[in-house]
């Protein structure tokens, strides 16, 4: 299924995020968390379609940026580390974009030893897709859609990125 074409490009990133409208179903979301919202070049885009996004953002610095572009002033976003802090209320979409995930320099692993098992912090992130596919069951979520980048290229096994949607098992 290619990404929806019915929300703006987000021109702050061209080479990233030609289209948000991939982290879109085809009924449109209503409210939408940003995870890491940095200088908004995707909740900005999302905001001017009609989607009320709020964010969580570590850096004020990032913050200060967004409240510099037309319409940064209107979303509403929480200084906090996005590992642990939470926002009041539902959202119909929550989402993180490009190395995000990465910024989760922590990864608790179980490691087992002469039958027993002790848990194991691993100061670093990186994951395949499967792992991800695999995080987002245990929360409930399925796939949804994957492609190797913003404008819906088939995702493939020579793909070296991805964009990847899940939604919330109904």
């Known amino acids: 299924m290619p990404p929806p074409k019915d929300v703006p490009s987000a021109k702050s990133s061209p080479g990233a995020s030609r289209r948000v409208g991939c982290t879109r179903t085809p009924t449109p979301w209503h409210t939408a968390l940003e995870f890491a919202i940095g200088t908004g070049r995707i909740a900005l885009p999302l905001a001017a379609a009609g989607v009320e996004v709020e964010g969580v953002e570590?850096?004020?610095?990032?913050?200060?940026?967004?409240?510099?572009?037309?319409?940064?002033?209107?979303?509403?976003?929480t200084i906090g580390d996005m590992a642990t802090t939470r926002v009041e209320g539902g959202f119909s979409l929550v989402y993180l974009v490009f190395n995000t995930i990465s910024n989760l320099t922590s990864s608790h692993h179980i490691v087992?030893?002469?039958g027993t098992a002790e848990y194991r912090e691993i100061p670093f992130r990186y994951v395949w897709p499967s792992k991800l596919d695999l995080t987002a069951q245990l929360a409930g979520m399925q796939l949804y859609a994957r492609w190797e980048d913003w404008i819906g290229s088939p995702f493939t096994g020579e793909s070296t990125q991805h964009v990847s949607v899940w939604q919330k098992d109904r």
């Open 58 to 77: 570590l850096s004020r610095a990032m913050v200060d940026q967004l409240r510099h572009k037309p319409g940064g002033e209107s979303i509403k976003v």
């Open 112 to 114: 087992f030893r002469d």
